[in-house]
């Protein structure tokens, strides 16, 4: 899969013309499948996947235009056969990826059946949201264990071998600040990436950049 890991969405022009770019054609000419699962289990989940869906959460995703839009519900794939939504799965451009509970998303990326095609999906490219991107780590850290899996711990795909910290500097989380992710990414045992909402990851053919109109850091520095 070709990656764009993301904070918030879409959120500019940079962050748009990299995800046109990993499509290889304009937006209005792609399929894409949202995947607001990681939703639920936070406060307001069901309303708040609602936003996503109809693209009202502020974290542009759904309402870029594409040339059409379907749901991808992973809770409730493990209930029907894989011919109901495999075939879908392949034909769409891009996978939208909500966010919300990383660990939760992990647990019902693997039990849906949906993370064991991404090594067969070379050509989509895959849009994460917070929860969304950082669910591609190896781990997403203590700090942001929220909903705990039946393993217990903070594993998650480890599709990248780097750790996302999001929302870097956002207003309306004053604990998301840099001396915060500092101490958050020492927790770790490997490379991570504290990003604003202005910034996303681009992850293709091996080779990942970063495209930001905000700020971002590599930590250890």
Not at 108 to 113: H, I, K, N, P
Request: contains cysteine; proline residues 9%; aromatic residues 6%.
């Amino acid at each position: 899969m070709q990656l764009l890991l993301t904070s918030a969405g879409i959120k500019n022009a940079s962050i748009r013309d990299a995800l046109v770019a990993l499509l290889g054609k304009p937006i209005s000419e792609a399929n894409a499948l949202c995947i607001p699962t990681a939703a639920h289990p936070m406060p307001g989940g069901p309303a708040m996947a609602w936003r996503v869906i109809n693209g009202l959460a502020g974290t542009p995703l759904c309402e870029l235009g594409w040339k059409s839009l379907g749901v991808l519900e992973l809770t409730a794939l493990p209930s029907i056969g894989a011919e109901s939504w495999v075939p879908a799965v392949r034909e769409a451009d891009a996978l939208l990826v909500a966010g919300g509970d990383p660990l939760y998303l992990a647990h019902w990326m693997r039990e849906s059946g949906l993370a064991d095609l991404f090594p067969s999906l070379p050509d989509t490219v895959y849009v994460g949201v917070s929860a969304g991107s950082m669910v591609m780590a190896p781990r997403i850290g203590a700090d942001f264990v929220g909903w705990r899996p039946p393993t217990g711990g903070d594993t998650t795909l480890g599709v990248v071998d780097f750790a996302l910290f999001p929302h870097l500097d956002h207003p309306s989380l004053p604990e998301n600040t840099f001396s915060h992710a500092v101490k958050w990414a020492a927790t770790l045992p490997l490379t991570s990436y504290a990003i604003d909402d202005e910034t996303a990851i681009t992850v293709s053919a091996g080779t990942m950049d970063v495209v930001s109109e905000g700020h971002w850091k590599r930590l250890p520095e």
